[in-house]
């Protein structure tokens, strides 16, 4: 088969990437064989293909955000020829595998394709038969496959957030997290505000279902949340910690900051605000594969989708320099075929 390999790591100006001929992955026990449909490319990839995350083995086939078909190996509950998507930290019985082993020998789990196993820059992968689930018949396959990650990690915050409709929820950055999560928080039914840097996006944003625009440019974020009466949540999309320092003030009375979005700053508290506001701070990784059922149920039924641009799996090292360069409008998505 043709496979996207990860050879050598090192800055994405290398080009790491290489389009080559592999054995095709042979399924063992508790494992299925994926004619893979489509697969997104993720930031998350980053951490792989720059060998920041985990030790690289000789080759690997990065990967994660993976739609496939089911062509050997089978489970109760689905028969060859089935349309599925895979999860990459958890379960369909709920559980998450990296937590249930305290956080140990992570690298030699069988659990998170595209890291420790080869994923879906290729035209097969294997995946555990408990990691795949079948896909919604309203959701194709191209966008069905970054609701794998950045789906799943948007609409798994803000509906364990404990906001509830009506509050008002603020979606810092309008990108590749963040207009998901516009979406989600709209649909979900709260006073959804989008914070970006400038007015052009603020057609979109409104397009997405905001019902408030804040230019971060050229306002103080803070002060306008407040105006609106305080944010009960800010889902942090950024990879800025001082754009989410410069939020947490327009939190409300038992307002939260979840952070989804990576950085490598540290946020600022204001302590006395946090005390007398009872605020806290959060992060929020991504979800089971029970999780990534809901959000991908939840999307059919409510019409969220991701705004993809399409490359072929030939072109994968191109596709990784597109959404790399923080141009792609918003995911980057590989098409098997």
Partial sequence: MKAAVLTSTGRVTDRPLRIEEVPRPEPRAGQVLLRVRACGVCRTDLHIVEGELYPLRESLVPGHQIVGEIVQGTTPELALGTRVGVSWIGGTDGTCWYCKNNHENLCDSPTFTGYAVDGGYAEFAVARSDFVFPLPPALDDIHAAPLLCAGITTFNALRNSGARPGDVVAILGVGGLGHLGVQFASKMGFQTVAIARGKSKEPLATKLGARHY???????????????????????????????????????????????????????????????????????????????????????????????????????????DRMMSGAARFRVVLKAG
């Fill in 214 to 320: 804040i230019d971060s440019s050229a306002q103080n974020v803070a002060e306008a949340l407040g105006a609106l009466g305080g944010a009960k949540v800010i889902l942090a999309t950024v990879t800025s910690g001082k754009a989410m320092s410069a939020a947490i003030g327009g939190l409300g009375t038992d307002g939260k900051l979840i952070m989804v979005g990576g950085s490598e700053e540290p946020v600022e508290v204001p302590i006395n605000q946090f005390i007398m506001g009872r605020h806290s701070v959060q992060g929020w990784p991504s979800g089971t594969s029970a999780d990534s059922q809901d959000t991908l149920a939840f999307s059919a039924l409510t019409g969220v989708r991701p705004m993809i641009e399409e490359f072929p799996l030939a072109r994968a090292a191109d596709a990784y």
